[in-house]
C-alpha cells in the first residue's frame, strides 16, 4: 500500500496543495514499480547470449529409427521439451505449456497417452521450469528421413503467448546400434541394492523396478558411458511418461571435459544448427559444417565415461511405466545409439501407487500388490489414528486501527487477471 500523509493542512493551501501533488506523483512512480511476471522460453538454436534470458534447447530436434531393423529393434519415443524461465520480478500464476504441431506428418506424433498440454501453479520470479513431452515414431522404413515441424508455447495469468520459433522440425535419422554407449547402473534412494561408486556414486542400486507413492518425489540415477571422447551431439535421456511423471530437476556430469555438467538431458557440444532453412541445417550442406555455432563445451564434445545423470521425479498419475535409457549421438557424419537399449540392466519399472495414510502405528511391511486384508489385523482394541494437531491458520486480518486525520491515497485496486485457455 502507498501511504501519503498530509499533516496540519490548515496551515496553508499552498503547502497542502503541494504536498497533494507529491503524494500523487509518488503514487504514479509506485504504479510503474509495481512487480510483474515475465515469461520467455527456449530457442533454438541456441542463443549466443548467456543465462536464461532466452533459455537454451534443453532436447535435441534429431529423433529416429534403428538403421537396420526399425520395425523391431532400437527406439521410437523421445523427449521433445523446452524451458520456461520468469525474468519478471513476481510470480507467474496458473503457467499452462502446451504442445503444437505446425505441419503434417503420420510418421511423427505425440506418444497415444502423452499429454499435450501441461500445467504449473507457479513459477516464482527468476526460477526456470522444463515442460517435456512424450514423440513416438511409427516403426516403418517409410518413416526414415519423415520430418515435422512443432512449436511448444506457454502462457500464465494476465500475460501473452510465448514460443519456440516457428519452422523447427523434428528430423527421423537412421540410428546406428553401437555398443560404445550403454548403460552401468540404476539407482535410487528408493531401492536398496549395493551401491555402483564410479557410475551411480553411494546411492543404492535398483534391481528392475522403484515403486513411488502418488503425490511423491524420488531420484533417479542412470550411470553410463560413451567412447572416450565423447561425440559432438549427445542425448542421454529416460523418456518417462509425462502423464505419469513430471521431471522436477535433471544433473548431468560428463568425464569429457573434465568436470563438465548439464542442467539438461541433451548436451549441444558443437553449437548444432537446427533451423531448416539455414545451409549449416544438422550436418550441413554444400560444405557447410552443421556445427557452425559456438561451442558449448570446450574441444566441441561431451560425454565419456562415467556419464552420470539423475532425475528428481514426482509422481503426478496412477500406473506403471517400463523406462529405458536411450544414449544416442552424433559424430562423425552418422547417428548412433546404445545397443544395450531395453536390457536389463538399462531398463526400470516405475510403479506408481496410491498413497497410504498414516496411522499412529504404522506397519513396516510393505505390500506390492496394495489389497486390504479381510481380517484386520487389529480386532477390538482400536488403533489409535493420528491425530493432527490444529493447524496454526495464521489470520492475517487486515483491520485498520484507526482512522487516521491524515489525507491517505490508496492506489487503484488491481484488476481481474486473465485465465489462460488451455488447448
Known amino acids: 500500500m502507498f501511504l501519503c500523509r498530509v499533516k496540519h493542512p490548515q496551515r496553508g493551501r499552498a503547502r497542502g496543495l503541494s504536498v497533494a501533488i507529491g503524494c500523487l506523483m509518488g503514487l504514479v512512480g509506485?504504479?510503474?514499480?509495481?512487480?510483474?511476471?515475465?515469461?520467455?522460453?527456449?530457442?533454438?538454436?541456441?542463443?549466443?547470449?548467456?543465462?536464461?534470458?532466452p533459455p537454451k534447447p534443453i532436447t535435441w530436434n534429431v529423433i529416429g529409427l534403428d538403421s537396420n531393423k526399425p520395425t523391431t529393434d532400437g527406439p521410437d519415443t523421445f523427449l521433445v521439451g523446452a524451458r520456461v524461465c520468469n525474468t519478471g520480478d513476481a510470480p507467474a500464476t496458473n503457467v499452462v505449456s502446451s504442445f503444437v504441431w505446425d505441419s503434417a506428418n503420420s510418421f511423427i506424433d505425440l506418444a497415444p497417452s502423452a499429454a499435450s498440454s501441461l500445467t504449473l501453479d507457479a513459477l516464482a520470479a527468476g526460477a526456470c521450469k522444463d515442460f517435456f513431452y512424450n514423440v513416438r515414431v511409427t516403426r516403418s522404413t517409410a518413416a526414415w528421413n519423415a520430418k515435422r515441424q512443432f512449436r511448444i508455447t506457454a502462457t500464465a495469468d494476465g500475460l501473452g503467448t510465448v514460443t519456440t520459433p516457428a519452422g523447427r522440425e523434428l528430423y527421423v535419422e537412421k540410428l546406428v546400434s553401437q555398443n560404445r554407449n550403454g548403460t552401468v547402473c540404476i539407482a535410487s534412494p528408493s531401492c536398496s541394492g549395493p551401491p555402483n561408486p564410479t557410475h551411480c556414486g553411494t546411492m543404492p542400486t535398483c534391481s528392475g523396478s522403484v515403486t513411488i507413492p502418488l503425490g511423491g518425489t524420488t531420484q533417479l540415477r542412470f550411470g553410463s558411458f560413451t567412447a572416450t571422447g565423447g561425440y559432438e551431439q549427445l542425448s542421454a535421456v529416460a523418456p518417462f511418461p509425462n502423464n505419469l511423471l513430471e521431471i522436477v530437476d535433471v544433473s548431468v556430469t560428463y568425464n569429457q571435459p573434465s568436470g563438465a555438467t548439464n542442467d539438461a538431458v541433451y548436451a549441444d557440444a558443437c553449437g548444432w544448427n537446427n533451423d531448416p532453412t539455414d545451409p549449416h541445417y544438422k550436418e550441413g550442406t554444400g560444405g557447410n559444417p552443421?556445427?557452425?555455432?559456438?561451442?558449448?563445451?570446450?574441444?566441441?564434445?561431451?560425454?565419456g565415461d562415467p556419464i552420470v545423470t539423475t532425475y528428481t521425479l514426482?509422481?503426478?498419475?496412477?500406473?506403471?511405466?517400463?523406462?529405458?535409457?536411450?544414449?544416442?549421438?552424433?559424430?562423425?557424419?552418422?547417428?548412433?545409439?546404445?545397443?544395450?537399449?531395453?536390457?536389463?540392466?538399462?531398463?526400470?519399472?516405475?510403479?506408481i501407487i496410491e498413497a497410504t495414510t498414516p496411522t499412529a502405528t504404522p506397519t513396516h511391511t510393505m505390500t506390492p500388490s496394495h489389497t486390504s486384508s479381510a481380517t484386520p489385523t487389529s480386532t477390538d482394541t482400536p488403533t489409535?489414528?493420528?491425530?493432527?494437531?490444529?493447524?496454526l491458520t495464521p489470520t492475517l486480518t487486515h483491520t485498520p486501527t484507526q482512522t487516521p486525520t491524515e489525507v491517505i491515497v490508496l492506489p487503484p485496486p488491481n484488476t481481474p487477471t486473465q485465465t489462460p485457455t488451455r488447448t
Open 314 to 351: 514426482r509422481a503426478i498419475g496412477m500406473g506403471n511405466a517400463s523406462v529405458s535409457e536411450l544414449i544416442y549421438d552424433f559424430s562423425g557424419s552418422s547417428y548412433h545409439y546404445n545397443s544395450d537399449l531395453g536390457l536389463a540392466t538399462n531398463s526400470i519399472t516405475v510403479n
Open 30 to 53: 509506485a504504479i510503474r514499480a509495481q512487480a510483474a511476471p515475465n515469461l520467455t522460453i527456449s530457442t533454438m538454436p541456441s542463443p549466443a547470449a548467456a543465462g536464461n534470458n
Open 290 to 303: 552443421g556445427c557452425n555455432l559456438p561451442d558449448s563445451y570446450s574441444s566441441g564434445k561431451a560425454g
Open 384 to 391: 489409535p489414528t493420528l491425530t493432527p494437531t490444529p493447524t
